[in-house]
């Protein structure tokens, strides 16, 4: 099996023929057509059904199509990253759930690169696309948190993904609000106080199961929910709507105006930590945003860091 079978093969199901793919790629149609049939024959399946309106993809050809651009994708960022072996070039990927710490120990690192060459890439994404971006090497670190409910299922996953967790802090869950809630002057409340209110949380795609939820207690039931899939719509939310999310009680920048920190009477505890392939080495770069998150969880006050 060879790249260029895989990318062969990408681009006769993105175009739907094999001529119209030969077309896009400047190849010849035989070339592409004898590179598939190989591929078939070395794999064991049929990779396309062919009819006089194009190709389609079998059950098989979907399944590989899904490795296949997987396996592109890993070897399109491997020829960016070392395509100047002399370069100075630096770069940071990281993964996380939606925390407003990660994004300005993040920005920390990126001001103090002023006048370096470098490649930072942040995501925001869902709990199970911070796992695989680390086991695939295409972050170099993941923020996430645990708790009670959620740890032993995420270890397995953790341990199947061959990474490993260290814990940056520990916080007690607060329900955020905005300013002008009913329950926005409030010191302390319990779980029944919110059953009237949607409830907002990030969607977890196609991973949509409690165990990888970014909120704790999502495994309760409640009548209304609002998911949503960047801070900045929950933030929107918030200050124009009656309804509440669950997190650490860190408020971000852009929460600190109209929006209120509760604490809720749980026993429940969140962790939030990082997530590093166990054989990956840590650049310089990675430790010096290890110690960034560090600096910013030791100033906050709402919370019990980890040394």
Partial sequence: MTLQQLRYLIAIAEYGSINAAA????????????AIKELEQELGITVFTRSNRGVTLTNDGTELLGYARQVI??????????ADKGSTHLRLAVSTQHYAFSVQAFVNVVEGCKGEEYEFILRESTTAEII????????????????????????KAFDDADVAYA???????????????????????????????????????????????E???????????????DR????????????????TGVLSAEMHSGIASIPLDVDETMQVGYIMHNERRPSDLLLRYIDELHAIIGADPTVEPHL
């Fill in 73 to 82: 994708e890993q070897a399109d960022m491997l020829e960016m990253r070392y």
């Fill in 23 to 34: 077309q896009n790629l400047y190849a010849s149609q035989s070339n592409l057509s004898t």
């Fill in 215 to 229: 909120e704790p207690l999502s495994h309760l039931p409640h009548k209304r929910n609002i998911r949503i899939s």
């Fill in 132 to 155: 695989d971006d680390v086991r695939t090497f295409r972050s170099e670190v993941g923020i996430l948190y645990t708790d009670d409910f959620n740890r032993r299922v995420l270890q």
């Fill in 232 to 247: 900045g719509t929950l933030t929107n939310l918030l200050t124009s709507y009656n309804g509440y999310t669950l997190s």
């Fill in 167 to 213: 814990p940056l802090f520990d916080a007690r869950v607060h329900v955020f609000v905005g300013e002008h809630h009913p329950l926005a002057g409030a010191t302390l409340l319990r779980p029944d106080d919110l059953a009237d209110y949607p409830r907002y949380s990030f969607e977890q795609g196609t991973t949509n199961s409690f165990y990888y939820s």
